[in-house]
């Protein structure tokens, strides 16, 4: 068995560095060798900070370099797909972020290339090693609240980010919804077969999404093919917290996710109780970060397959994309659902 897995990180920026710190220093089994980052000085910055021996500019010094078992791909979404495409043919496993692709289009090129090539290759979507998800899943599982009939979900952000990411982001429900998209598919072990989604820019600040197709509030209602429903809350606004939470009502019980709390301690005061709220997704999902991290080198030490594949990262594309249609036409849209069962 291979003792040690040597990656690069592609991309340091918001969550490039968090994956970089994590392979850098708490990852057993990873040796991070490299890092990738076309902006002036970023690379050079991030490796001397995390004592990482090389550096480039140029994503090709780690496709070309024999000593790389995977890569790590936190770059712009719209760069993902010929980026997995070119880790692929120079033989490197591939752990990419949400989404997949951006257009669900390259989504059946990039999976038949990583079939083709034979590496393996994990989607970002970490809510599903978050431990309250986890936590969640496994009590479903179980049985605790029966059969799940119905899924809701409320992501709730209030770091508006600038422009020039609303303009390459895919909008609302491809860069944020899915992740709800995801997890629906995973607590409920169910997939999606139409949506009915519509939203709004509920700010004056936010207009200029309008020349985007986007908008800072959305919704998603989700009809699953054993029969549930449910509904997806996504908000770019809110003015109190990282608000991140999930319910799936059964037929014997409910089961609810997310607290949004950051440390367990209340404040009483004559004027009331109180307790902190977390304010933004490094802070809530720091610990899934890292775990999602330890399952993909666990795997490839262990030369299986991780979970979360890029054949989860499709299907969750095509519930986004349905999501951005039906937004668009006002109709309900139903999936093609092009995906294996077996991969939930
Ligand atoms: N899982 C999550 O919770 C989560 C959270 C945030 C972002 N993301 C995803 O991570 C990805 C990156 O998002 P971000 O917010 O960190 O973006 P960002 O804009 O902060 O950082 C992207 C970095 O990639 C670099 N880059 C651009 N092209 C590159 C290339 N060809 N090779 C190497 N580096 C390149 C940029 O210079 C920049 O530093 C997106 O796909 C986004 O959807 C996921």
New binding site residues.
């Given amino acids: 068995m291979q003792e040690v897995i040597r990656c690069a990180v ?7 560095y968090w994956h970089a710190e994590n392979l850098a220093h708490k990852v057993k089994g990873a040796e991070l060798v490299t890092v ?4 002036e000085g ?1 690379a050079e910055e991030v490796a001397k900070e995390l004592g990482v021996a090389n550096w480039s500019r140029d ?1 090709d010094v780690a496709f070309h370099d024999d000593q790389i078992d995977a890569v790590v791909i ?4 719209a ?2 797909a010929e ?1 997995i495409k070119r880790a692929a043919k120079n033989g490197k496993h591939i752990f990419v ?3 997949l692709t951006q257009e669900l289009n390259d989504a059946d090129e990039v999976i038949a290339v990583l079939q083709q090539e034979n590496v393996f290759c994990q989607v ?1 979507f ?1 809510r599903r090693f978050d431990p309250a998800y986890a936590e969640a899943k496994r009590r479903i599982e179980a049985g605790d609240i029966g059969k799940p009939l119905y899924f809701k979900a409320a992501s709730r952000d209030g770091n508006v980010p600038h422009e020039e ?1 609303i303009k390459y982001s895919g909008g609302i429900f491809l ?1 944020v919804a899915i992740h709800d998209y995801d997890i629906a598919r995973f607590l409920m072990n169910q997939d999606v077969t139409s949506v009915q989604s519509g939203g709004n820019i509920l700010l004056e600040s936010n207009q200029f999404m309008k020349k985007y197709n986007d908008v800072d509030q959305g919704f998603t209602y989700l009809t699953f093919d054993g029969g549930a429903t449910g509904d997806v809350e996504t908000m770019r606004i809110a003015p109190y917290a990282y608000d991140i939470r999930g319910e799936v009502v059964g037929t014997e019980g409910a089961i609810q996710i997310g607290s949004m709390r950051s440390t367990d301690v209340k404040l009483l005061t004559p004027n009331g109780s109180t307790h902190d709220l977390i304010q933004d ?1 490094p802070s809530r ?1 720091k610990n899934a970060y890292l775990l999602e991290m330890i399952h993909f080198i666990d795997s490839l030490l262990q030369d299986q397959a991780p979970l979360c594949t890029a054949v989860d990262g499709k299907a969750a594309l095509e519930i986004a994309a349905a999501a951005t249609e039906s937004y668009l036409s006002g109709k309900e849209v139903e999936l093609k659902n092009s995906i294996e069962k077996s991969v939930i």
């Fill in positions: 592609l991309g340091l920026g918001r969550l490039g990738i980052d076309p902006m970023r994503p936190v770059t712009p979404t760069t993902h980026l972020e949400k989404p970002g970490m990411f860069d997704f999902f």
